[in-house]
């Protein structure tokens, strides 16, 4: 049996070797949808991933299906194809973790924490997890690759279509070798186990060495929990597939409205000596006799216009409901009359989404550290061990002003918050720090009459 590095490197020349890699159809029949849904294996939950990439960042085009006797030319050439992106508007609406500030704290030494900060005010980790947490949720699983690059960590996120795993055989979920694949046509890879690297191009090994970290140099996140191998399945599938058949309803709702939709008009026994011309200034004339029918008309076809959009309202609300999402987290207003009580119950789905969500990386951002710290051991030499807590902000719900101020109030009134913590959550940009804000809360302070008396 190989051990996991020859076999990912074996894996890496199979797919970069430029025979073996297939262009990408411009457009998915239904049987291929189905098909790519239902495919199992590594190669198949890449290109599951791919399909679910696509639909996020909005290359959704390619995946409308072509209608009944359609040739591929035909497809191209029909104008009327229409798409919505509510893959991405169902992942980033769930995605609200790292939405806002973090805090975090070290124990740890002094120079492991001071390294550490270094790693995060180079990395800009809020924004570097906001984007993964999106990419976990879209294709199940993500990661994160630890570099060391001019004498600084870089942290590199990484989809999973841009990834191969060979899991360890004893721990299904923790990978023996990783197999990353560089953005573009596919055919560049570096290939990492625990000792080793090399760089793979067009089907050919390019540079191979040891690296001395002990460990892939790569944290990974999980959407679920793996049970029964690495890959698990992430909520962007079947919002994807379901995006996918959404688009095929309003594109041919479009081709209705323009083919079937306005009415066409009938001339009934035009005079055959005068060609006819349609228009504001001229007229059609009519030369008949006896009782024979003459005239304009306008038919209208019998196009089902009102059952599609129909269709479309109720394969949308259906989706939402599907994936726990209340219509007013979609709403940038909820009305002046809906209390927070009552948005409250609507967004308990959504909170209690959060609350696992926050196990989940807690975790992650800890490996993240491990990680790190190993390669600042290679590179560096530094030793210790950190131990990493987060805390994460609590989510802001939609509230009057009366309650806002109610809730301020109270907290204040309870010491569980103070006037420059409410002054800089209302305005970030103002005052960059907690001091910032004090600072300038107490020369508000000393500056009113009210109360200097």
């Not at 002990?214 to 599938?237: I, N, S, Y």
């Amino acid at each position: 049996m190989p051990d996991p590095f020859t076999q990912a490197l074996s894996v890496a020349l199979e797919h970069t070797a430029p025979l073996l890699r297939k262009p990408r159809p411009a457009a998915a029949t239904p049987e291929e949808l189905f098909a790519l849904y239902t495919a199992e294996g590594d190669d198949a939950f890449r290109e599951q991933c791919r399909f679910t990439w696509d639909m996020y960042r909005g290359d959704q085009l390619r995946h409308i299906p072509r209608l009944p006797g359609e040739s591929a030319g035909e497809f191209l050439r029909r104008p009327h194809k229409q798409f919505l992106n509510i893959t991405r508007v169902v992942i980033d609406v769930l995605s609200q973790l790292y939405r806002r500030p973090v805090e975090r704290s070290l124990e740890a030494d002094q120079r492991v924490r001071e390294r550490i900060q270094r790693v995060w005010d180079r990395n800009s980790p809020d924004l570097l997890l906001l984007n993964l947490d999106r990419f976990t949720r879209l294709q199940g699983v993500s990661a994160v690759r630890v570099s060391y690059e001019h004498g600084e960590i870089c942290w590199w996120p990484w989809p999973a279509h841009r990834l191969a795993v060979i899991p360890d055989f004893n721990r299904p979920d923790t990978p023996a070798a990783v197999i990353a694949f560089a953005a573009g046509d596919g055919s560049l890879a570096h290939v990492w186990s625990s000792e080793s690297v090399a760089t793979v191009a067009g089907g050919r090994v390019l540079t191979e060495q040891e690296h001395g970290l002990g460990r892939v140099p790569f944290a990974f996140v999980h959407d679920r929990l793996p049970v029964d191998g690495f890959w698990t399945e992430g909520r962007g599938r079947a919002v994807a597939l379901a995006n996918a058949e959404f688009n095929a309803k309003l594109s041919e709702l479009a081709h209705t409205v323009v083919m079937q939709g306005f009415g066409v008009m009938e001339i009934v026994n035009p005079d055959p000596a005068q060609p006819i011309a349609i228009g504001p200034a001229r007229a059609i004339s009519f030369n008949v006799s006896g009782n024979e029918p003459f005239g304009v008309n306008f038919k209208s076809p019998n196009a089902p216009i009102s059952e599609l959009i129909a269709d479309l309202e109720f394969l949308l609300q259906t989706l939402l409901r599907t994936q726990r999402i209340p219509e007013s987290v979609l709403s940038v207003n909820v009305g002046a009359n809906v209390s927070g009580v009552s948005v409250l119950a609507q967004q308990t789905p959504v909170l209690e989404d959060r609350v696992e969500r926050q196990q989940v990386f807690r975790a992650f951002e800890q490996q993240l550290i491990y990680v790190t710290l190993a390669v600042l051991r290679e590179h560096e030499g530094l030793h210790g061990d950190a131990r990493l807590h987060v805390n994460y902000p609590e989510p802001q719900l939609e509230q009057s002003a009366a309650e806002r101020m109610q809730v301020d109030d109270w907290r204040l009134k309870q010491g569980m918050t103070t006037p420059w913590e409410i002054m800089r959550r209302d305005d970030p940009d103002a005052w960059p720090t907690l001091e910032a804000a004090r600072q300038a809360w107490l020369s508000n302070q000393s500056n009113n009459p009210r109360t200097q008396s």
